[in-house]
């Protein structure tokens, strides 16, 4: 069984100043949501993740699918959201460099950031 909540930490500085490397957040990716080995979309069995313009989501690299994104979800463009970073000068990978990423692709919402307490 998949829990519809999912911790994920963050690796990179490309989301700084809201993200810093080391934060722990926790990412909604809905009931019965899919679940693709690395590189296996045959089957998509769950509804995708509501998201809408500004929020935080994980993403499956489009050309990497063992590698997870966090970015912001700028706006939806030909079935392909266009994720951005909020610190792109640190050469972090997003749209810019990808073009839109799949809605499919998009694995989870960012609910929250748990750790470190203290920020």
């Given at each position: 069984m998949r829990w519809p909540?999912?911790?994920?930490?963050?690796?990179?500085?490309?989301?700084?100043?809201?993200?810093?490397p080391g934060d722990w957040l926790l990412a909604w990716r809905g009931i019965g949501s899919r679940h693709h080995p690395a590189g296996d979309r045959s089957t998509d069995p769950g509804r995708r993740v509501r998201v809408r313009p500004g929020q935080l989501v994980v993403a499956r690299h489009p050309h990497l699918p063992g590698m997870l994104l966090v970015k912001r979800a700028a706006w939806l463009e030909g079935g392909g959201w266009w994720l951005t970073s909020d610190n792109p000068g640190v050469g972090g990978v997003d749209s810019f460099r990808l073009g839109p990423v799949p809605a499919d692709l998009?694995?989870?919402?960012?609910?929250?950031?748990?750790?470190?307490?203290?920020?």
């Open positions: 909540v999912w911790r994920v930490a963050v690796a990179e500085r490309s989301m700084e100043p809201a993200l810093m998009i694995e989870g919402r960012v609910l929250m950031r748990y750790w470190p307490p203290w920020r």
